[in-house]
């Protein structure tokens, strides 16, 4: 959705209101993006998911739990989300006054997608007394259905915050509501729903090449199914992934999330080997194709028009924000 705006050229949008325009191939996009972001007080936030190009201008690189913490504090006019839409909505949750724009509106989250919102009100009515704990890959209207929010770094603290007699509601990951359950011995009712990158994963494929590489480990997200991570020597979310192969002794990695991660692993620790999960199709890596819509290109494009916009109405804002602020100070009272 989009607000008339005097200042915004919307010649550039298609009949679906998406940008529809190429930069001058002879820009040196990476200085351009640098003086827009001066001349508008605009901050880049960017997941690390995110092509290469895309982190190595992002003014901070995390996770959501780190992205919603900054979107937070920034101080900026315009917040720039590299990532997907669930986690610029996030970052427009938390700062309703500001403007905030991403590269690819198109860019989605199959994981989100898996928990429709009028389904999820049905099973949360079906399921009466449940405190919902909902991981933040979710659409804005999920969040405003739940008590609480978690990000796959939090989401252990979170559930040991409910009383051990309450009941919880856990969505709309499986596998992660399954990882958390063994670790917190807390039986939930999960939503059925998962992320399609995470569970591409082909165990067939990591063991043959376990075999290929004997002194590599295996490290994993918490959204692959159970069997990828009973075979992990460590399990976290990509921050937790990120600090390890940075801690750890070893020299090799088997890599098991999004490969945009591998790109910070390499920054950080630039001796080491690191090898992509192969998933079970004929793709050589693991990519999220929705993450990847993201460019560039797009990214200066999104900048110089600020477009496309995050907009969303007030009273969704409202019932969102709460458990994303519950989640944040569990978060901070825990030290994360």
Avoid at 48 to 77: C, F, H, K, M, W
Avoid at 114 to 142: Q, R
Avoid at 311 to 326: D, S, Y
Wanted: with cysteine.
């Amino acid at each position: 959705m989009i607000i008339e705006d005097k200042n915004v050229d919307y010649s550039i949008l298609d009949r679906k209101g998406f940008i529809d325009t190429e930069p001058d191939p002879s820009l040196d996009l990476f200085a351009e993006i640098e003086k827009i972001k001066k001349e508008k007080n605009a901050v880049i936030l960017a997941h690390y998911y995110q092509e290469s190009d895309i982190q190595d201008v992002a003014d901070y690189i995390g996770d959501s739990l780190g992205l919603a913490q900054n979107a937070v504090r920034t101080p900026a006019d315009i917040i720039v989300f590299a990532g997907v839409h669930f986690m610029a909505e996030t970052a427009k949750i938390l700062n309703p006054h500001k403007k905030v724009i991403m590269p690819d509106s198109k860019a989605g989250c199959s994981l989100a997608d898996s928990c429709p919102p009028a389904l999820f009100k049905k099973f949360k009515e079906e399921n009466p007394g449940h405190v919902v704990i909902s991981y933040i890959n979710c659409t804005a209207e999920i969040k405003a259905l739940s008590d609480i929010i978690c990000t796959s770094s939090n989401a252990i603290k979170v559930v040991e915050s409910v009383s051990v007699d309450t009941p919880i509601i856990f969505a709309p990951d499986k596998n992660l509501g399954r990882y958390i359950e063994k670790k917190t011995g807390r039986k939930m009712v999960l939503w059925n729903g998962s992320c399609m990158v995470h569970e591409i994963f082909s165990l067939e494929k990591i063991t043959k090449l376990k075999h290929r590489h004997p002194n590599a480990k295996v490290i994993a997200h918490p959204e692959c199914e159970e069997p990828v991570l009973h075979i992990a020597d460590f399990i976290g979310s990509t921050t937790g992934l990120l600090k390890y192969s940075q801690e750890d002794s070893a020299n090799e990695y088997i890599v098991a999330t999004e490969t945009g991660i591998i790109h910070q692993m390499q920054i950080k620790s630039p001796h080491k080997t690191f090898i992509p999960a192969p998933p079970d199709n004929l793709c050589a890596c693991n990519d999220c194709p929705h993450m990847k819509r993201n460019t560039l290109e797009k990214l200066y494009i999104s900048m110089l028009y600020e477009l496309p916009e995050i907009i969303m109405e007030k009273e969704l804002l409202e019932k969102a924000r709460l458990p994303i602020e519950r989640m944040l100070d569990i978060s901070a009272r825990a030290g994360l």
